[in-house]
């Protein structure tokens, strides 16, 4: 089954239990990662609720395949459903998924997210063919989209714009669903309890271009050793509500494929043959062709080594987090700046 945006509004109202595992894709990394926690939320009141929420990349997976099997047996100590959220799946995952599927899911709820996959791909048709299974494809919002959530975001908030605002509005919002909402919501902050119309001083003075920004920026940014990106990246992020250990676990994943694509460049295997045993994404091969720019398997272990060890610290020390995510990834920025 697929849902377009009605039928998931629908479902969002009144989840239908017969449908239990979510497939949410596409090119609008923040629309996915939207979707799937309004999905998760359908099963659990709280995402901070460890027995009843967990979060996994494909990454964990590789090293841990039997993981995801065991967290769908498990049973809630405090009762009532469990959701779990597969980030980071790919084609690659797919005979993962499959090897599940065939589990009970009464007491669970299995959300995946996955990138820009093709309708024919392997991983969408497993969902698809299942009869408790729903795929829901995640694009770039069109100008539709992104003036029904204006009127959703600063409508909440009792506030008009006025044309030259919603103009600039729907040119520089609408790449990425979760920047969009940050952005609107920033500026609802910023016009407090003033019930004017918003007008265009307003808009360019709280307002960036947001279209080409998302989570995976953050990541693309360290790896490539784009210092001033990362930077401007992670402070959108960070207001955004995103979590240290989302950065550093989705960096992590990246890591173990970058070093296991570098490991097979070092025996002399070719590197686009490399990125394919790698399990990356043959719509990341580009990009990942610049993060390893001849690159080999040692920098990408220690970068790694780093990465987690700041997750330990995150968990153990009792400072700051978000400081010592920062901190991780701005070494490897410049790790990874360096030429």
Same mark, same amino acid.
């Given at each position: ?36 926690? =309004? ?47 597969? %980030? ?28 820009? /996959? ?30 029904? /959530? ?15 605002? =919603? ?9 990425? %669903?979760?920047? =969009? ?15 004017? $119309? ?11 271009? =947001? ?18 990106? /990362? ?29 296991? $694509? ?78």
């Amino acid at each position: 089954m697929e849902f377009k945006a009605p039928q998931l509004a629908n479902y969002l109202k009144s989840p239908d239990k017969s449908l239990r595992v979510f497939l949410c894709y596409g090119q609008d990394e923040g629309l996915v990662r939207e979707r799937s926690k =309004s999905l998760c939320l359908t099963a659990v009141d709280s995402l901070d609720d460890p027995f009843c929420y967990v979060e996994l990349t494909a990454g964990d997976l590789t090293d841990d395949p039997a993981r995801l099997m065991d967290e769908i047996g498990a049973i809630s100590m405090m009762g009532g459903e469990r959701a779990i959220r597969l %980030r980071g799946a790919g084609n690659t995952t797919t005979n993962l998924v499959k090897s599940v599927l065939d589990s009970d899911f009464s007491n669970t709820l299995l959300i995946i997210e996955a990138g820009d /996959l093709r309708k024919d791909s392997s991983l969408v048709k497993t969902i698809k063919a299942e009869k408790f299974g729903v795929v829901i494809p995640c694009y770039r919002d069109k100008t539709q989209d992104v003036t029904a /959530l204006m009127r959703e975001v600063l409508g909440a908030a009792g506030l008009t714009t006025d044309t030259a605002a =919603s103009e600039y509005l729907r040119q520089n919002l609408g790449s990425d %669903r979760a920047i =969009s909402r940050q952005e609107l919501d920033k500026l609802v902050l910023y016009m407090g309890n003033e019930k004017r $119309a918003i007008n265009l001083e307003d808009v360019r003075l709280m307002v960036g271009d =947001s279209s080409a920004e998302s989570v995976f920026d953050v990541v693309d940014a360290a790896l490539l050793g784009n210092l001033p990106v /990362l930077e401007k990246t992670l402070n959108k992020a960070f207001f955004s509500g995103e979590s240290s250990i989302t950065f550093l676990r989705l960096i992590q994943n990246q890591l173990k494929q970058l070093h296991k $694509a570098a490991s097979f460049i070092d025996k002399g295997i070719s590197s686009s043959d490399a990125l394919k045993k790698s399990g990356i994404p043959f719509f990341n091969h580009q990009k990942a062709q610049a993060q390893l720019s001849r690159r080999g398997s040692k920098h990408f272990a220690t970068c790694l080594d780093i990465i987690l060890k700041a997750e330990m610290d995150c968990k153990t020390t009792g400072n700051p987090d978000e400081a010592i995510c920062r901190r991780a990834l701005l070494r490897i920025g410049m790790a990874n700046n360096k030429r």
